[in-house]
Structures are given as structure tokens and as C-alpha cells.
């Protein structure tokens, strides 16, 4: 079946036909267009945000997050409480080793001999130490499955900045050479990731009383980001959302043929004076009940697993926003490791490693997602 895409870029265009590609956003590693080169030792790396495993970790770990970001204390207390309230553990960690296992294994029925490795950015393990972990073991070029889809700094940029510092953090004082490193593509519309959210999104739909189902209100979610951020995302700016629009799109088209859908935002942060995609979730709740709407069914399309946002700010938080309104409730799950999404995984990275065009995400112009930082 051919890959489906949406063309972010306008019509014929490359991402570095751009002027501004003089050096490219991959870790000062531009992305080959050769396929792999025979005998050349490589690993599959998931990198990911990190989360805390206990009470203790909760404050390190969201000064890590937040460091330099401009988040006000009071943002970090009430997030804190979040994850207080699941004994300090996140369960995105969890969520990834489970990732991380069902990877392996495809690659394993596929033939694929490639090692596996996983490390974050806010927590341990820290992709820096994962970095050394893999030069000592001889890996000489790394592909990096990033947990999020889509465009933005959030998304896609700082991940190729982790990349660039663990690369350098490995370089100095060793006598190996630094692993080479390209990262995945964005993965938003690939076949995998936009069943897996179809096939949750017609479960939640059927876990609805008879009479609400084929009146639900369907609602897509994603991370809120800076309006600032938004305005930069990708090559030609906007892509977050077109690029979430496109997946939500698809995904109802797959699940729920012909009926509309909303998307809207969750998770805000930072301070007020700083605008971010609105409506977020909850007000659009109130406006869909005051609009006499009876039943919703939201399905958070811009995240891969069932993380703290996810299992905080829509089970709790929007749930209760919903019953207070009268509105039932039912919330899809994201992709996991459902086996089409897993599937896909693989089909990114056999893609990377037979060469060809890389796409956004992979090859980013330089200045792609560039925002000032507060
Ligand atoms: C676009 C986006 C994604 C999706 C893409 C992706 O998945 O990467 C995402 C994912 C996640 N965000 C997460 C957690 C947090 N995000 C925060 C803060 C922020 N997120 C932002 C954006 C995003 N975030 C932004 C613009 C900020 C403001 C600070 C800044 O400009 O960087 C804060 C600080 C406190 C707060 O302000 O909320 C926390 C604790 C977790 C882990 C959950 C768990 O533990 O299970 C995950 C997967
Ligand atoms: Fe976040």
C-alpha cells in the first residue's frame, strides 16, 4: 500500500531548497539518501520525555522539564499534585518499556538484527548516559524514534537538540567516535499510528449507551503549545496543527465515516500574559453543552501513550468538567502498542535505512521550529 503524506511543504518543494539549510537541525548530521552501508553497526533509539518513578523525584524532575521555560511556581505545585497523586510515579516509563518491547520483537519476527536502547531527556535514563551505553557497545550510527509525532519545538526540535548535545557529551573524552544519528521522520499519518487511533476511537465510541453513539460529539485533544511556537512549527510555520488536523481527520474518516469532529487543546501551561491555543477542552465542553449537546467522546490523537497528561487532564480533570455539564463521557485510548502503530515503527525505520528522501523530521531546515526561549 503506498505511504500516505501530507505534503506540509508547498507543492514540489523540499524542505532544503530553503536558503536558510546551510547547516540542518539532525545533530550537525545531514540525513543520507544512500541506504544504510553494509556492515555498519546500528541501533534503534527511543527517545523520550522521562517521567519520576517515586515522591522524591517529582520536584528534580520538573525542574529538569522547566529549567530556563518561564513556568510559574504556582504551574509547578499544581502539576506536582498530579503527580503526587500517583505515588510520584509517571507512567510513561512504563508505557515505553512496554514500547520498547513490542519493537523488539517485531523487529525480531521482521529479521531485522537491530539492538534496541531507550533514553529521555528529563529523567533517567538520560539520553546522554544511553549515548555512552551505545558507543561502548560499538554502535556506530544511531536512528531515533522520538514519542511524539508531529511538528514543533516540543516535538520535534528539542528532541534534535537532545540528540546534538548527547552526541557532544560522548564526544569529548573518549577515544571511540561519537555514533552518528538521524531521527525519524514525523509519524503522525502513517497507516500503524492512524489505525491504532481509529480502532480506539470507534471502541470508545461502542462503550457509549445505543442511544448517544451516532450523536456523540467527537472531540480530537492535543498538548496546548505558545501561539509564538505554533507560528513557527515546521519549515513554513503552522504545521502542529495542520499536521494534527491531518491525523484527526484521518482517524474519523477511518472510525466514524462522515461525521465532523472539533479539535481543541489541553494541558496549557506557562503563564497567563502568554497566549496558547485555545479553546482549551474544558471550555469547549461547557460551550458543547450549552449548544444542547448530550454525549462527547474525546480522543487525544497528539499523544503515543497513556502518560500522566493524558490519564490527569482528561479522565479527571475533563471527566468531571462533563458530568458537571451533563455531557457522558468517553475517552479513546492513543496508539500504545497497538500492532499496527508498532508496525509502522518499523516500516519508519526500514525506510530510513533503505535511504531515499528524508522527510520532515528527519530533515529539518535550520531554522525549523526555532522559538526565542522565554
Ligand atoms: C507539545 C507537547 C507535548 C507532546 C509532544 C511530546 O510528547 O513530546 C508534550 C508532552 C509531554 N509533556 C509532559 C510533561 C510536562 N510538560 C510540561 C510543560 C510543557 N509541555 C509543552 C508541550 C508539550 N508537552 C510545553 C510547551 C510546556 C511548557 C514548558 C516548555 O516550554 O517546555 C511540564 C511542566 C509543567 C507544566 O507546565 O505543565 C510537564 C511536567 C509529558 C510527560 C507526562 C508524564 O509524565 O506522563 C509529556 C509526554
Ligand atoms: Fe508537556
Request: net charge negative; glycine share 8%; proline share 8%.
Amino acid at each position: 500500500m503506498p505511504r500516505a503524506t501530507v505534503d506540509i511543504t508547498p507543492a514540489g518543494q523540499r524542505p532544503d531548497e530553503d536558503p536558510s539549510l546551510a547547516v540542518r537541525n539532525n545533530g550537525g548530521v545531514a540525513p543520507s539518501t544512500e541506504p544504510a552501508p553494509a556492515g555498519r553497526r546500528e541501533a534503534l533509539l527511543v527517545l523520550s520525555f522521562g517521567g519520576p518513578e517515586g515522591q522524591d523525584d517529582v520536584l528534580p524532575f520538573l525542574e529538569n522539564v522547566t529549567r530556563g521555560r518561564g513556568i510559574p511556581r504556582e504551574r509547578l505545585e499544581e502539576v506536582a499534585e498530579h503527580y503526587r497523586h500517583f505515588g510520584g510515579v509517571s507512567p510513561i516509563n512504563d508505557q515505553n518499556k512496554a514500547l520498547i518491547a513490542a519493537v523488539e520483537k517485531e523487529l525480531a519476527a521482521a529479521g531485522v538484527d537491530l539492538p534496541v536502547y531507550w533514553g529521555n531527556r528529563n529523567w533517567a535514563p538520560y539520553v546522554e548516559d544511553t549515548w555512552r551505553q551505545m558507543a561502548e557497545d560499538g554502535i556506530e550510527h544511531v536512528y531515533v524514534f522520538a514519542t511524539s509525532a508531529y511538528a514543533s519545538f516540543s516535538g520535534c526540535r528539542q528532541y534534535h537538540e537532545d540528540i546534538a548535545r548527547a552526541r557532544v557529551s560522548y564526544g569529548h573524552d573518549s577515544t571511540r567516535p561519537t555514533p552518528t544519528a538521524e531521527k525519524l521522520p514525523h509519524y503522525f499519518d502513517t497507516p500503524g499510528f492512524v489505525q491504532a487511533n481509529a480502532d480506539a476511537l470507534a471502541a470508545a465510541i461502542a462503550s457509549l449507551p445505543e442511544s448517544l453513539r451516532d450523536t456523540a460529539r467527537l472531540v480530537a485533544t492535543a498538548h496546548s503549545i505558545p501561539t509564538a511556537m505554533a507560528a513557527v512549527a515546521g519549515p513554513h510555520g503552522g504545521a502542529y496543527e495542520a499536521e494534527l488536523m491531518a491525523a484527526a481527520e484521518r482517524v474519523v474518516a477511518e472510525a466514524a465515516p462522515g461525521r465532523s469532529f472539533d479539535l481543541v487543546w489541553q494541558s496549557r501551561s506557562g503563564p497567563p500574559s502568554v497566549p496558547w491555543l485555545e479553546p482549551d477542552v474544558n471550555d469547549h465542553l461547557r460551550v458543547l453543552a450549552a449548544q444542547g449537546e448530550r454525549a462527547v467522546v474525546l480522543f487525544p490523537v497528539g499523544f503515543i501513550s497513556d502518560h500522566l497528561e493524558v490519564i490527569w487532564d482528561l479522565d479527571n480533570e475533563a471527566k468531571q468538567t462533563a458530568e458537571e455539564l451533563g455531557l457522558a463521557f468517553a475517552r479513546a485510548a492513543t496508539a500504545g502498542t497497538h500492532p499496527a502503530f508498532v508496525d509502522s515503527i518499523r516500516g519508519l525505520l526500514e525506510e530510513r535505512r533503505a535511504g531515499g528522501l528524508p522527510r520532515l523530521g528527519t530533515d529539518c531546515p535550520a531554522a525549523c521550529c526555532f522559538v526565542q526561549r522565554p
